[in-house]
């Protein structure tokens, strides 16, 4: 074996010189100018750049409205006001995701409950979820993993037969399509995030899309610090200095520096997207011949954005774990990650009561992936040199090392 072949990690060369981030923002000199128009104007926040910001992706989405927050995390908690989450409630939510879509949950005061994913699409189970619900149900936090969507005509039939608001956190899926029908409208309200590792960015940042006007401003309310200065709505009049808050809000809100790049970003998301898809497939056609690789699931009559692209390991059939082929695929200079933690085994979730244990499919998931680098700027050759780096680590692993 000449040092080519050699693991990095054992002594051999790295398959790339340089590190491969696996995700990253595309930003050109169009945003850039965006960015620098609204530096130059009256405005850098509460003006005209937000709405049209809104207008933008609620029409991209096929939304009758949308509100921009700060964050993904800040409008996932105004999603949760919004819906009358409060004590007592109980929130269905599933634990492959970031925290943010169960922390939101306790922000508000309600309790979530862990339904176990689907070991295919590793998306929320509806058998799952309807073996969860108890008469303090309130909401489903569903989470579009990776870009798939998740189950809806099933999940939208048992939140109709108990009366339960559907939450879509679909920071992965922006752009994607769920039986014809785009991510952004199908829950009751829809969340995407603009942080710059998701589909486009505003450095940090986040959108609720919905068609129901009595959550369209309940959001708008808890963005700024529950304030209006509405006429038709104030309880008063004072004057015309006069506005009133009325219900406890937060400083939530987007700048129009940010929503000015959100803007010029989403003119290239169909461009993301398809350099998103296309490498997907690539991926998926150099995996197939690899016995001991899993490749996504893609469930019939739906279209993934392609957040994240995840390799599950047959570690049955592997001479070694995740956690060996993790670190030789890093020291190959391949940016690898994790997604996710089951969000109730981190310490916080484990002080507040939460057992190990809760969700086998999603636990036993969690010790077998990878998630490889994809992102529109990535180049072709950085997606041979994954390929390759994964073939070439997983060769290693598969064969008899004596
Ligand atoms: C990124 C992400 C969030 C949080 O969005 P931020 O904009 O970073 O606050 C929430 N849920 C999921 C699934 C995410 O991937």
């Avoid at 339904?115 to 058998?127: F, L, R, V």
């Avoid at 409208?185 to 969340?191: A, E, F, L, V, Y």
Wanted: charged share 25%; proline share 4%.
């Amino acid at each position: 074996m000449n040092k080519k072949e050699k693991l990095a990690l054992n002594g051999g060369f790295p398959i790339r010189d340089s590190y491969l981030s696996y995700g990253k923002q595309s930003i050109d000199d169009e945003d850039i100018k965006a960015v620098t128009n609204i530096l130059k104007s009256d405005f850098i926040t509460t003006g005209p750049a937000i709405s049209q910001f809104e207008k933008e992706i609620a029409e991209f989405v096929g939304a009758k409205y949308a509100v921009a927050f700060s964050s993904g995390t800040a409008a996932l908690h105004a999603a949760c006001f919004a819906a009358g989450i409060k004590e007592n409630n109980e929130v269905i939510t599933t634990p492959m995701t970031f925290a943010a879509s169960s922390n939101c949950i306790l922000y508000v005061g309600g309790q979530p409950v862990f339904a176990d994913i689907d070991p295919k699409t590793y998306n929320i189970s509806p058998e799952s979820i309807k073996s969860l619900i108890t008469e303090k149900t309130k909401a489903i936090i569903t989470v579009d993993f990776t870009g798939q969507p998740a189950e809806y005509d099933e999940i939208i039939s048992l939140a109709t037969k108990h009366g339960l608001i559907i939450i879509d956190d679909a920071a992965h899926a922006l752009g994607a399509i769920y039986k014809d029908k785009p991510i952004g409208s199908i829950g009751d309200m829809t969340m995407f995030s603009f942080h710059p590792v998701k589909h486009i960015t505003t450095g940090e940042g986040g959108v609720i899309t919905t068609n129901n006007e009595d959550y369209f401003e309940k959001l708008q309310l808890f963005r700024s610090h529950g304030i209006t200065r509405d006429s038709s709505k104030l309880k008063k009049y004072h004057g015309p200095w006069y506005y009133e808050m009325q219900e406890l809000g937060y400083n939530y809100r987007m700048t129009d520096i940010q929503a000015a790049l959100g803007s010029s970003q989403l003119k290239k998301l169909s461009n993301f997207l398809e350099k998103r898809r296309e490498y997907a497939k690539k991926y998926t056609e150099a995996f197939s011949e690899i016995e001991t690789l899993i490749t996504p699931y893609q469930q019939d009559e739906c279209n993934s954005s392609w957040h994240l692209y995840i390799i599950q390991l047959d570690t049955a059939r592997l001479k070694t774990n995740r956690s060996e082929i993790f670190k030789a695929l890093q020291t190959e200079n391949i940016g690898v990650n994790v997604h996710y933690i089951p969000v109730y085994l981190h310490p916080f979730y484990q002080q507040i009561g939460y057992k190990k244990g809760l969700c086998p499919n999603a636990e036993k998931l969690y010790e077998e992936i990878i998630t490889l680098p994809l992102f529109p700027a990535m180049s072709e050759q950085d997606l041979n040199d994954v390929i390759a780096g994964v073939k070439k680590v997983i060769s290693y692993y598969s064969i008899d090392q004596r």
